[in-house]
């Protein structure tokens, strides 16, 4: 291929794939005048970087060149200030978009994110968002779809209808490359070719399609296993850390907590009825990489109740390493509750007593410090962002729970269960669970979800003389019920 | 209706299938941690077996080609599976050490960003913005693409006293949530309404319903049914713009950014915190908004120089104290940054404790 004739094309690099693949891939997508290139080696994105010479690349690989000209020629709106956001050492998300707009063989996406890139000037220019939302939802289900018409759809037509398919991720967020390329595929036949692993509630996001393509992208990948994820007043897709896949802190199974939660509910993320949403996080330590005090209405976290365990060795080579002031400086004075203390022969002492397992000093001593044996989790209800009475962490309402037997995930369900229904039942519309519990207060939600009060649940009693206290001999004598119930 | 298709209700898949075998054959076994370099992490099992992984930062929003790109790299160079964090950071995990080399300068070399481990300006998790949400006051993708460029190096390196989580979020809804840092929509002015819209798009009760200070009533203007807001009572909260978008909250001139600190998650240390005001007023100002790149580095500046090990941001402020924090990041301290929300009075300094 001459120097000057290269530019005519652009290319599709598919590492992987046999050539015979990549032919039937290019027939089936009707790439007009398609040549199909066994090339050997990595090749530069752009063709007109291209070597002139391949035969010193070491890999085969197959691309699919297309030639330019046989691509309808679209007129490209003029976005300057959008050009701004490719420069800078950062990779950019504009040049991703051009790259659709200018390389992908499909002439429905080059017009559609050209379009979109249209939009998006225009909002920069004017400061203003244009999209609204409206009705869109593929065939059984309520929700998991958000739509988005254009409001200067006669200016852009070809991204006017621009929805996002919230779809559940394997929880922990693991992916194959096979199945992540089975997603591309899927995504950009019927969609924009834009996807974001993940957004904030956790979903991935696929960006952009129109309402009839909604329908075809969610068959084509429910079929391979992907299901929607919740939007609207409803139980919404559930996050959890990567935590026993690859974390020395994890004191849970977080992927079968996440999954064992938010699939028993599938009714209630696919068709909302609910006062708001719900939602579920799962950490493995009190690290909460997931953010789950923060963020879910029903917060999951790993604990241990057993003493912590100490490889004294490992502390001894810590101290040999970093200095004995170091560890005192940034352990020992550090913990929360001074449960820690270091003697004269560089002996660490816990009192596991005091100990709140922060984490802190396993985050420090990785080698040396380690969750006990008995682990568990504890359970914290109604954390939440400011709308509408203000920000709400999450509440103690189980300080601990063994999760090990089926017997123990089904009894965590059911808390669940317990917890939603009571909620639906008492929430008023649009109020979240943690704002309920506010409204009518810590007791009485315990009291409706049958679950005792404990200490643990608070940072301190009362400070309020303002309370009736008629019942007070029945709940002391029932405290002490429970104590020699549970031997103490 | 024939030919539509029942959905099948599947949930969450099951990642065990997409798990990196290494990772499936020590799940719940891994002895500790060690961080090698910048952007690696080393875990090793009870087991002695080893995992290298690599993380890197890229645009979030993905384009095909790029998805294809990485995992094309993670094909030749990592063993065919990644995972990605909570902040969209994506990670591949190898077993041989040899290979950890050639996957950094394969994901380099395509233009991503290896980095975002241990003590590091972790990536600014965003939210949707001009791109593709229905109330957003700014865009979201294009402030992290200016700060990150502008961050890089912190990204990349591992030298912040601990790790520095910054958030965005494009209204004050927040859906970016909690952050070391936060950069968040605040709206000046109360909604502009168009009266002539109300009654047919928005559901009066509800969005009466809505207002958490209780400003809204119905109203009848011009003869048609419609609301009114008591600017005195309004806070500007945009509470009410997505249930009834004919009152328009966002203003080109008067949609601001804000900045928060201290929000910190983890328990380690101390109780979770949320994030406190410290600067408002910023321009929202597109395509790179370098107010609020500049007031982010002077905290991260002030913060790197003064923290102790193992502080995050809200701690370090514990100890040195708000005064000198207001000094230090070169902030005004104003009367708004008083809260007047309930429990407000928890915020107020109720004991003889002055730093001098
Ligand atoms: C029309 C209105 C809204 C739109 C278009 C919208 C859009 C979004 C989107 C796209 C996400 C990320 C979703 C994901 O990861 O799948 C999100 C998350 C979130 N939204 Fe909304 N949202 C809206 C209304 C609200 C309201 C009214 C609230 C507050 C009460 C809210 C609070 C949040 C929060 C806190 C998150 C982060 C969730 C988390 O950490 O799990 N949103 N929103
Ligand atoms: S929350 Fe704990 S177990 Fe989970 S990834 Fe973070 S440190 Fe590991
Ligand atoms: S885990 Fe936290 S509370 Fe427990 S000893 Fe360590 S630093 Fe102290
Ligand atoms: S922060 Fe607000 S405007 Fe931005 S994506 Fe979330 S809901 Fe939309
Ligand atoms: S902006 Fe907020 S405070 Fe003002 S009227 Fe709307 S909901 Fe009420």
Known sequence: ?488 | MADMREPIESGCPDPWQYMHPMMRKNFGQWKYHEHPRPGVLLHVAYSGDKIWTVKAGTQRILDVFTLRKLCDIGDQFAEGYVHFTLRSNIEYMVTDEAKVQPLIDALEGAGFVVGGTQNSVAMISHTQGWLHCDIPGTDASGVVKSMMDELIDEFRNANMPNRVHITTSCCQINCGGQGDIAINIQHTKPPKINHDLVANVCERPSVVARCPVAAIRPAMVNGKPSLEVDERKCICCGACYPPCPPMQINDAEHSKLAIWVGGNHSNARGKPTFQKLVAAGIPNNPPRWPEATAIVKRILKAYKEGARDWERVNEWIERIGWPRFFEEVELPFTKYHIDTWRGARASFNSSSYIRF
């Not at chain 1, 203003?128 to 059984?140: E, I």
């Not at chain 1, 001894?316 to 352990?331: L, P």
Request: overall charge negative; glycine content about 10%; some cysteine.
């Open chain 1, 1 to 488: 291929m001459g120097a000057d004739s290269r530019s005519r094309y652009f290319s599709e690099c598919r590492w992987g794939l046999g050539i015979a693949m990549v032919m039937r891939l290019a027939a089936c997508r009707g790439i007009p005048q398609a040549y199909v290139v066994v090339s050997l080696g990595v090749m530069p994105r752009r063709v007109d970087a291209w070597p002139l010479d391949f035969t010193d690349i070491p890999i085969p690989s197959c691309f699919i060149l297309t030639r330019r000209d046989s691509v309808m020629a679209i007129e490209k709106h003029s976005t300057p200030m959008l050009d701004q956001l490719e420069t800078g050492p950062w990779p950019s998300f504009i040049s991703g978009i051009k790259r659709l707009r200018d390389e992908h063989p499909e002439p429905r996406i080059n017009e559609m994110t050209n379009d979109l890139l249209g939009q998006l000037e225009h909002s920069y220019e004017t400061r203003k968002g244009y999209w609204k939302g409206g009705t869109v939802s593929v065939f059984g289900y309520g929700g998991g779809i958000i739509p988005r018409f254009s409001e200067v759809g006669k200016a852009f037509p070809k991204s006017k209808e621009f929805h996002t398919l919230r779809v559940q991720p394997p929880a922990g967020n693991h992916y194959s490359t096979g199945m992540l390329r089975q997603l591309a595929d899927s995504w950009e036949k019927w969609g924009s070719g834009l996807v974001t692993f993940h957004g904030q509630t956790g979903n991935i996001m696929f960006i952009g399609t129109d309402t009839k393509n909604t329908q075809h992208f969610f068959d084509e990948i429910n079929e391979y296993g992907w299901d929607l994820g919740g939007a609207g007043p409803c139980v919404r897709t559930a996050m959890s850390c990567v935590g026993a896949a690859r974390c020395e802190m994890s004191c849970t199974n977080e992927l079968k907590a996440h999954r064992s939660l938010v699939n028993n509910f599938v009714d209630d993320v696919h068709r909302p009825a609910l006062p708001y949403k719900f939602k579920f996080k799962v950490s493995g330590c009190a690290n909460d990489c997931q953010n789950a005090i923060e963020r879910s209405d029903f917060a999951v976290l790993g604990t241990w109740r057993d003493d912590m365990k100490v490889d004294q060795a490992e502390v001894k080579h810590y101290i040999a390493d970093k200095g004995r002031q170091y560890y005192i400086d940034n352990v020992i004075t550090r913990c929360p509750t001074q449960a820690l203390s270091l003697t004269d022969d560089n002996t660490l002492v816990v009192n596991n007593r005091d100990c709140v397992r922060c984490m802190h000093c396993l985050n420090v001593m990785p080698k040396a410090l380690h969750p006990g044996d008995d682990k568990g989790v504890t359970i914290l209800i109604g954390g939440k962002r400011t709308l509408k009475i203000g920000d709400l962490m999450g509440t103690v309402v189980v300080p601990f729970k063994k999760l090990e037997t089926e017997e123990d995930y089904e009894s965590l369900v059911e808390l669940a269960e317990t917890i939603i229904d009571f909620w639906a039942e008492n929430g008023l519309e649009h109020e979240r669970c943690g704002e309920m519990i506010e409204r009518i207060g810590l007791a009485n939600f315990l009291d409706g979800i049958g679950i005792e009060p404990d200490p643990n649940m608070l940072s301190h009693p009362r400070q309020s003389s303002y309370i009736r206290l008629d019942g007070w001999d029945e709940a002391a004598e029932a405290w002490f019920e429970r104590q020699a119930e549970a031997g103490k």
